[in-house]
């Protein structure tokens, strides 16, 4: 179901997908995907809304999407050998994601 979350990096309402619920001292915290700028965000709970109905059925703008057969990479460096090696990674680094994003633009 698709709420609408207030996000603080982008200062306004958003639609919004929620993947996570995490208990917390002051409340909860919520891990959502911004639909409408395919981003991920952590937001409090009172900052959460139901989709009124009109709005739920206008299609959204980003969809969550994989590379297909491409496995995250890294450069292992190994400072008692003196070597490095670039070798698999459990998810894509910064500097990996930068460099695809700017490809994309």
Do not use: M
């Not at 959204?60 to 090696?85: F, G, M, Q, S, V």
């Amino acid at each position: 179901q698709v709420y609408v979350v207030f996000s603080e990096e982008l200062r306004c309402w958003c639609r919004a997908l929620v993947e996570s619920v995490r208990c917390q001292a002051s409340g909860y915290q919520l891990g959502c995907f911004l639909v409408d700028y395919a981003k991920y965000c952590s937001v409090a709970s009172e900052n959460i809304r139901v989709l009124a109905g009109a709005f739920a059925k206008i299609p959204h703008r980003a969809k969550k999407c994989r590379l297909h057969c491409t496995k995250p990479l890294t450069l292992h460096i190994d400072y008692c050998e003196n070597t490095a090696k670039i070798g698999p990674a459990k998810k894509w680094d910064t500097a990996a994601i930068q460099h695809f994003q700017k490809l994309l633009e």
